[in-house]
């Protein structure tokens, strides 16, 4: 199978799940304890579910806008990640790697163990023909997701890439 159809492959897999985060939004009670009133929290950024949309109808270039838009608001942290998810997602796929690298970055400091911020990461590094580094990240989003199997597919890819550099050593 070829490069593109790994990104294609990538793509949505990343809209579904962040589709659920984005559009799946819950309450959030929060705790003040100096108050004894309960503050709640409802409901996601508009201009996060607006890119989101964007981004399932395949229009890159406005969702990108709209990500970016929305992270210079006051995001909460859920739809902040989604952004920065998402804005990987969008340079993996128009090849940008090294903007891809940057937003995976930024939705690992957010969230260490996020599979879909690690497997963005691993695309990255992938398109960026650093395929060492890339079935690192790819084994450590297998290690939270194992029976994903479009990460299997990506981490196989991968190894076949790696190997023929080391049996020519």
Request: proline share 2%; hydrophobic share 40%.
């Amino acid at each position: 199978m070829n490069r593109i159809y790994i990104i294609k492959t990538l793509v949505l897999a990343v809209i579904a799940a962040s589709t659920s985060l984005v559009m799946g939004a819950t309450a959030q009670q929060l705790d003040v304890s100096n108050q004894k009133e309960l503050y709640w929290s409802i409901g996601t950024s508009d201009l996060v579910v607006k890119a989101g949309q964007r981004l399932e109808a395949g229009k890159l270039d406005q969702a990108r806008r709209l990500y970016r838009q929305s992270l210079r608001t006051t995001l909460r942290q859920n739809d902040r990640l989604t952004a920065y998810i998402n804005l990987s997602v969008i340079h993996n796929t128009q090849k940008a790697y090294g903007k891809a690298l940057k937003y995976s970055d930024k939705a690992l400091k957010i969230a260490p163990d996020n599979w879909l911020a690690l497997n963005n990461k691993g695309t990255a590094y992938f398109g960026l023909g650093k395929y060492d580094r890339a079935q690192e990240n790819y084994a450590q989003a297998l290690s939270l997701k194992p029976d994903d199997e479009g990460l299997a597919h990506n981490a196989q890819l991968t190894q076949l890439e790696i190997t023929p550099v080391y049996a020519n050593k």
